[in-house]
């Protein structure tokens, strides 16, 4: 699916071998969602000790607008909060407007645009959400 929805026009970087390092990771999650045998979307979330990084989500093209991203998103988010960890950031393709506006949507803001971070052919938008604020 990452290669359909994702990293359509690159080469493939997450293949099989690589999303099985991300489930063996104890420093990751991999959330999937599926309808009986049908894959319907996936995330894969890094956590440090004060950023998470969302390094893959894909929602099946058939299956969106459907919420299933949110939920995917919300659920790979929940761990950094109750872990403390303040900030998700992730990269979207910069050649892909619905993403940038689903993320927004979910409270992220623009950051920096990262020129050729895709392969070094596609820049990459990156996008921030604080998952809660100090109240000092």
């Known amino acids: 699916m990452s290669r359909d929805c994702v990293e359509v026009g ?10 099985l390092r991300s489930i063996a990771d104890p420093c990751s999650n991999v959330a999937v969602l599926t309808e009986g045998e049908q894959l319907l979307g996936f995330g894969i979330m890094l956590y440090g000790d004060e950023v998470a990084h969302l390094a893959l989500l894909a929602v ?11 939920r995917l998103l919300q659920w790979l988010e929940k761990p950094a ?3 403390g960890i303040g900030r998700v950031r992730l990269e979207a393709r910069a050649d892909n407007p619905g993403a940038i ?17 895709y392969q070094c052919r596609i820049d990459a938008v990156r996008l921030e959400k604080a998952l809660f604020t100090c109240v000092c």
Request: with cysteine; net charge positive.
């Open 10 to 19: 690159l080469e493939w970087s997450w293949t099989a071998a690589r999303v």
């Open 60 to 70: 099946h093209a058939a299956h969106r607008r459907r919420g299933l991203g949110a």
């Open 81 to 83: 909060a109750v872990a």
């Open 101 to 117: 506006a689903f993320y927004r949507r979910c409270g992220y803001q623009i950051g920096a645009t990262v020129p050729g971070y």
